[in-house]
């Protein structure tokens, strides 16, 4: 595939061909539609960690309103951070995993299937959302329910009202939050996860991510940017960066890796939901037959292995 190509493109392009293939009439047409989803499959599995990124983006992704709707009960939103104001890129409350009470908050970019990023700021939280999620947090500790957070989010919102509110305190007030938390942590990598704004709430007593997430410090467009000039080197940021669910499986960073449908989580999302929902019952069931204290320091102990040595 040529990297002017975009990997989404070309295969709607053969999907498409598999519709018209099934539509043909009068023909044995069962092994042309074969050897199109046999070429899908391979330039799939040949994705460069770029086209990763752009499936991490894709505007039809499911998001955490499908995640809510397919894997948990009676979910009750709760607004605000009790000071301020109620950031729209945070969206959280309680809810019922079967009959397990828990909570949940992560990132919000768009509604789903709708194209009102604006709305949402895009998924990228401000202080005040900083606050809304911790505020969860500790109702999580307070009630002894798991803490489920889903991240989806290109970074913190970069402008310089956030700056003047404490952005970047609010995020590690976060982080300090989640490391003490008095209860298990569960966190699912939906999206793109960049920078600070993803490590608020991406890190915790176990990490379920999908194959095309990607999850790094900074975006690859950002990367090249500072390394190169521009963001022409993109690709090869994204190679360096190596943030993909995959990478990070690989690495021990993340827990489990739920694998998506050729061409991306969008064009299966039940069964993605489906597999993620799995997951997140398993590691409930486990954490919360964990000791409190135990917990806290194998939680410590994860956090120390991830902190390179001086």
């Not at 009439?25 to 046999?38: C, I, P, T, Y």
């Not at 994860?302 to 040595?309: A, G, Q, V």
């Amino acid at each position: 595939m040529k990297k002017k190509d975009r990997f989404d493109e070309v295969d709607n392009a053969l999907k498409e061909l598999q519709e018209s293939i099934s539509r043909l009439e009068g023909v044995d047409s069962s092994e042309l539609a074969r050897k199109v989803s046999m070429f899908r499959e391979e330039i799939y599995a040949g994705i460069s960690r770029w086209s990763s990124v752009e499936l991490a983006r894709h505007g039809e992704r499911p998001v955490i309103d499908d995640y809510i709707n397919g894997i948990f009960k009676r979910f009750t939103e709760l607004h605000g951070d009790r000071t301020y104001e109620d950031d729209p890129a945070i969206k959280g409350g309680m809810a019922f995993l079967d009959d397990i009470p828990v909570v949940v908050v992560g990132h919000k970019k768009h509604s789903a299937r709708q194209k009102d990023n604006m709305k949402f700021h895009n998924g990228m939280a401000s202080p005040s959302g900083h606050y809304k999620a911790m505020r969860l947090m500790k109702l999580a500790e307070k009630f002894g329910r798991p803490l489920i957070t889903f991240v989806d989010t290109p970074g913190a919102m970069p402008v310089p009202d956030t700056e003047y509110k404490g952005q970047a305190f609010s995020i590690a007030k976060c982080i300090s939050t989640i490391a003490g938390l008095k209860t298990p942590v569960i966190v699912c990598i939906i999206g793109e996860a960049g920078s600070g704004g993803a490590l608020a709430l991406g890190f915790g007593d176990r990490i379920i991510m999908l194959e095309n997430a990607f999850y790094s410090a900074i975006s690859p467009e950002g990367y090249s940017s500072i390394i190169y000039g521009d963001a022409s080197n993109k690709e090869r940021a994204a190679d360096t960066l190596k943030g993909t669910g995959k990478d990070l499986y690989l690495d021990g960073i993340v827990d489990y890796l739920v694998k998506e449908p050729t061409g991306g989580a969008h064009n299966d999302s039940k069964t993605v939901i489906k597999e993620t929902g799995k997951v997140l019952r398993q590691y409930v069931k486990e954490l919360m037959a964990i000791d409190t204290g135990e917990l806290l320091r194998i939680r410590t102990a994860n956090i120390e292995r991830l902190i390179p040595p001086s």
